[in-house]
């Protein structure tokens, strides 16, 4: 056997064991992979769809000799690598490897069943769980329970996308988040904890996969989540900053500060709960004055009902016994506490508030909530993530405008610095011979009243002519209701599936396994879904997803790229609306037999000075303005897609 394994033959034969087939791009992939793990140099590699960048990177990672980190943003994915890929490389590299390297994962806490809250209860359990009807609460956390306690027997780890089916309600009750955990040192049940060995294992792996979220509280926030690593690979790389932002936002209500107060009333002997009430309606009545949206400047009164309710969590936190004073530790002691602490974290964030971080208010049917985030996570990865370790980038849609600076000045990369290269290794698909791009100049500007009938006639007649077959992407679950209330009107025989109508995994089966039908939806839909084949031959979007304008954080971005010197309604909000439309586009062509149109309803893309920039993000499709062309395109793939039936 080779001493040194040749990346080529690894991926080769890793290829052959997912019935797949060599691809120069993906070659091309894995060989620069490889040379970045080894040189230390940064590396952004673009793989369009159907390229196999998970192989592309995960043959090097194997190879590397060193442990890799793997995060990703989606559960799909990782449960992709975990379930398909590495066992099928790995099943291959047996062929060129003495030794196969370990793998592992890694999730948060609450992921993992808790032996602790399995066999003693809930804190909050509301009586016995015994005999109760099937199908109720009860019996699923008690089918949960029965499955936990076969994993442990059997020594397999209890996580929750290996469950019996449960809702997130029951899934509650047998598991714990970080705050509530007792800590391995005070759990009577810590040498069995799921938890704690899936760490075990990772401890002992070389390549670990995680999330984006776990990656940042690991790397930024410096709380040791993963073992140590040489180097990380992050797939869906369009989304780590917003990811990390999101780990790093915190969120105070009303609701949250009583919570914390009444789980705090029975562990404390003094009035220190009451006064945590008391600061949790003062915080009530200061909200019920506060406009809702960004707060650049906190009023008086503000600042002061947070110092309140800052100074009421610490003086409770300080009058709980300590373990030792009550005996053993106690669950519902160590949740209260937890929830009392990240009271008084969250209250000092806001009322200390800086210029490098945004507070906001939002107003969801009276419930009125703060958050606070960072305004821009680029210097945090630059020094926590790419300062200490060697950072892979890949995705289908790194580049935007026809370049990768954008992107790479997100994360904290300097454009034109030598500390990181690029990639295009392109797509296997044809585009221009697959795909077709109209977009619709006719149709007046896009007004802030959502769709008109001037859309809705174009949706229509754009649906009529692909015979269904159609993914409708809006920038509003407004407009995606209207369209799909007005097509249904105008065109009776085809079925048009909306978002909200059913659950979302449940609505794309419906559109895969439905010929000629439609589905229309909002964000969720733009990333993320598959539908390769003839039930999606036009891909609508009817307006440039731009940010909302009163969008605390975007619009906070935009300013302060501003104040810097910079343009930032092309560094924020252009090119968050490129990246949207590359995702968005890319849901077309799915496999190398996929045949469609992208019908763009928003001729700013060919009117505007912008427009460019948004057009040489997607993808190199045939492009039209000329609605004839597209709608005989559309007709003649029905006619084909029936002749194929």
């Not at 999101?246 to 009444?262: G, K, W």
Request: net charge negative; charged share 25%.
């Amino acid at each position: 056997m080779p001493s040194e394994p040749d990346v080529r033959a690894v991926l080769h034969a890793a290829v052959e064991a997912v019935g797949g087939e060599d691809r120069p791009g993906q070659i091309q992939m894995a060989e620069a992979v490889q040379h970045a793990l080894e040189s230390g140099q940064h590396l952004l590699v673009q793989a369009g769809t159907g390229t196999g960048k998970s192989l592309g990177y995960l043959v090097p990672s194997l190879l590397h000799g060193k442990r890799v980190v793997v995060a990703t943003a989606t559960l799909n994915l990782q449960h992709q690598l975990v379930e398909r890929d590495i066992p099928a490389l790995k099943d291959a590299a047996k062929a060129t490897l003495d030794v196969v390297p370990h793998h592992a994962v890694v999730k948060g806490r609450g992921n993992y069943a808790c032996l602790h809250r399995v066999r003693e209860g809930a804190p909050d359990d509301q009586g016995t769980l015994v005999d109760v009807p099937e199908g109720s609460l009860g019996a699923e956390v008690l089918e949960l329970r029965e499955w936990a306690e076969e994993q442990s027997v059997s020594r397999q780890i209890a996580d929750r996308d290996s469950a019996p089916s449960h809702t997130e309600r029951a899934w509650r009750q047998v598991s714990v988040n970080h705050r509530e955990c007792l800590g391995a040192s005070r759990c009577a049940h810590a040498k069995e904890c799921f938890a704690e060995l899936a760490r075990e294992d990772a401890q002992t792996a070389q390549v670990v996969v995680t999330n984006h979220a776990l990656l940042a509280i690991d790397a930024i926030d410096g709380v040791p989540m993963l073992p140590e690593y040489d180097a990380v690979i992050v797939d869906e790389a369009h989304e780590l900053a917003a990811r990390v932002t999101q780990a790093s936002t915190d969120e105070l209500d009303p609701v949250v500060v009583e919570r914390a107060a009444r789980r705090a009333r029975g562990q404390v002997d003094g009035r220190e709960a009451d006064d945590l009430t008391d600061a949790s309606d003062a915080l009530a009545d200061v909200l019920a004055r506060t406009e809702e949206g960004r707060i650049d400047d906190p009023p008086q009164p503000l600042r002061e009902v947070l110092a309140f309710v800052r100074d009421t969590a610490r003086a409770c936190l300080s009058a709980f016994p300590k373990d030792k004073e009550k005996g053993e530790p106690d669950a519902a002691r160590q949740q209260a506490r937890g929830m009392v602490d990240d009271v008084r974290k969250i209250a000092e964030r806001m009322a200390a508030k800086g210029e490098t971080e945004v507070l906001w208010m939002s107003d969801n049917r009276g419930n009125k909530q703060l958050h606070i985030a960072p305004i821009d996570v680029s210097a945090s990865l630059r020094d926590k993530l790419f300062g200490g370790k060697t950072v892979v980038l890949t995705s289908a849609t790194l580049q935007l405008g026809g370049g990768f600076d954008p992107v790479a000045r997100s994360l904290g990369l300097e454009p034109g610095a030598d500390t990181w290269s690029s990639l295009d290794v392109g797509s296997p698909f044809d585009y221009r011979k697959q795909g077709m791009l109209y977009v619709a100049k006719g149709l007046p500007l896009p007004g802030r009243d959502g769709l008109e009938e001037a859309q809705l006639a174009e949706i229509t007649s754009l649906v009529e002519a692909a015979g269904g077959r159609t993914l409708g992407l809006f920038s509003s679950r407004r407009a995606a209701e209207k369209a799909a209330e007005e097509v249904r009107e105008r065109l009776p025989d085809i079925d048009i599936w909306c978002q909200g109508d059913a659950q979302l995994p449940e609505l794309a089966r419906r559109f895969a396994e439905t010929p000629s039908t439609c589905l229309f939806g909002t964000l969720s839909l733009w990333q993320g879904v598959d539908l390769p084949g003839d039930t999606c031959q036009l891909v609508i979007i009817d307006r440039i997803p731009f940010p909302r304008p009163d969008d605390p954080l975007m619009s906070a971005r935009q300013r302060l790229v501003e104040k810097r010197g910079g343009n930032g309604f092309m560094s924020v909000a252009a090119s968050h609306a490129a990246l949207l439309l590359a995702q968005g586009t890319g849901r077309l062509i799915r496999r190398a037999t996929d045949k469609g149109v992208v019908a763009i309803l928003d001729p700013r893309i060919v009117t505007a000075r912008y427009g460019s920039f948004l057009a040489a993000s997607l993808p190199d499709m045939w492009r039209t303005t000329d609605r004839e062309i597209a709608l005989a395109a559309l007709r003649r793939l029905d006619e084909a897609a029936r002749a194929d039936a």
